[in-house]
């Protein structure tokens, strides 16, 4: 199975180039899912999310789980951001802001860690934390459990500790210990693959913590550019394989930068 995860493309602020790039990238590759990880609209402007819908639309994949980032939360109209803050998302991407997709290969579960009265910083609460668990719990031996929010989990650099969603700790150590292989995420729009037991020692199993950087917008950082994640998954050998692309101007076009291997467990260690 492979799963593309695109996350922060802040559309109203695309690079219509890299756009187009990641257009083919999904045609050449072909993945079944497509996993979506928050900041789709800079704004949280139907204009926006139309423009992103549609954008989806095109790639054809014919699976995908999205969930909000702080972005697709209006910020310029305090009033729907307080009344309706989601209402624009769930006209584009249905009612459903923590979905669950149950494929026989795939167990992905969504989690909205925005929260409308706080502009940027993410939290998973203890009912959340109950929940993504209890259905961990119930996923078949043979499917990859993921679970996907905005906010990360997991970081590699220090300038980026203060971005950690709020409640990560308890979270990572219940999901975990219920079956969790990958928690994805986006927001610091850096791209990396991590142990989250480098981070939270002591985890009863082997998981790790997957960021995506900023697939097509031009608020990117001077350490990493335009890139996307695919997964690969092997059911069979219990493998999967993060495979970087990140969009090369001179080439117009996404590239393989990094792939790394990352052995899954499912009996307690």
């Excluded at 929260?115 to 929940?131: F, I, L, N």
């Excluded at 650099?157 to 210990?177: C, F, K, M, Q, S």
């Excluded at 394989?241 to 792939?259: I, P, Q």
């Amino acid at each position: 199975m492979l799963l593309l995860q695109v996350s922060d493309p802040h559309f109203g602020t695309e690079r219509p180039q890299v756009v187009q790039a990641l257009r083919r990238l999904a045609e050449a590759q072909r993945p079944q899912v497509l996993l979506l990880s928050g900041d789709i609209s800079q704004r949280g402007s139907d204009t926006q999310f139309d423009a992103a819908r549609r954008f989806v639309d095109s790639l054809r994949i014919p699976a995908m789980l999205t969930v909000p980032g702080n972005h697709d939360i209006p910020l310029l109209n305090p009033l729907a951001r307080w009344l309706r803050p989601y209402a624009a998302y769930q006209r584009r991407f249905g009612d459903e802001l923590e979905p669950v997709l149950d494929l026989p290969e795939l167990l992905a579960i969504g989690v909205n860690t925005t929260r409308p009265r706080r502009h940027k910083d993410g939290e998973v609460s203890a009912e959340q934390v109950r929940r993504v668990a209890q259905r961990l719990r119930h996923a078949k031996p043979q499917q990859l459990r993921v679970v996907v929010t905005h906010q990360p989990v997991h970081v590699v650099r220090p300038r980026d500790e203060h971005n950690l969603l709020h409640g990560a700790g308890a979270a990572v150590r219940a999901w975990t210990e219920a079956g969790a292989d990958l928690v994805l995420g986006g927001h610091i729009h850096f791209p990396s693959v991590g142990l989250l037991a480098d981070r939270y020692p002591g985890l009863p199993r082997r998981a790790w913590g997957v960021q995506a950087g900023t697939a097509v917008s031009w608020r990117i950082r001077f350490e990493a550019g335009n890139s996307v994640n695919l997964l690969h998954y092997d059911a069979a050998a219990l493998q999967c394989r993060v495979e970087r692309w990140d969009y090369r101007d001179a080439a117009d076009a996404f590239e393989l930068a990094r792939s790394e291997e990352l052995p899954l467990q499912r009996d307690a260690a």
